[in-house]
């Protein structure tokens, strides 16, 4: 079982930057991949970046590319995800997740992933 814990979040003026971070337990947290998520009010939840295990490889919903950098630290358990730029439509509660599985493929798809942190608040005033 993996346990996420989000935070980072809060309220920022537009143009201006966040540091998400998601810390995870477990021993094998080198073994999985890790994914953000975002919720905005009355909208379903959508991917936003994802990196593998090792780190070397990333993927940005088409929004963020550009903005948005995630990173991971093995030796401290942790995924950021560096968010610069940000815009209102960036407001939403972000969520990490995994999908729990060793060594599995990284994937954009919400229900490919089983494990979720209680989420935390992103809000960009215009």
């Known amino acids: 079982q993996v346990q996420l814990v989000e935070s980072g979040g809060g309220v920022v003026q537009a143009a201006g930057s966040l540091r998400l971070s998601c810390l995870a337990s477990g021993r094998s947290f080198s073994t999985y991949v890790i994914a953000w998520f975002r919720q905005a009010p009355g909208k379903e939840r959508e991917f936003v970046s994802g990196?593998?295990?090792?780190?070397?490889?990333?993927g940005y919903a088409d929004s963020v590319q550009g903005r948005f950098t995630i990173s991971r630290d093995n030796a401290k358990n942790t995924v950021y995800l560096q968010m610069n730029t940000l815009k209102p439509e960036d407001t939403a509660v972000y969520y990490c997740?995994?999908?729990?599985?060793?060594?599995?493929?990284?994937?954009?798809?919400?229900?490919?992933?089983?494990?979720w942190g209680q989420g935390t608040q992103v809000t960009v005033s215009s």
């Open positions: 997740a995994s999908i729990g599985a060793p060594f599995a493929l990284a994937t954009s798809s919400v229900r490919d992933y089983r494990y």
């Open positions: 990196i593998t295990q090792s780190g070397g490889g990333t």
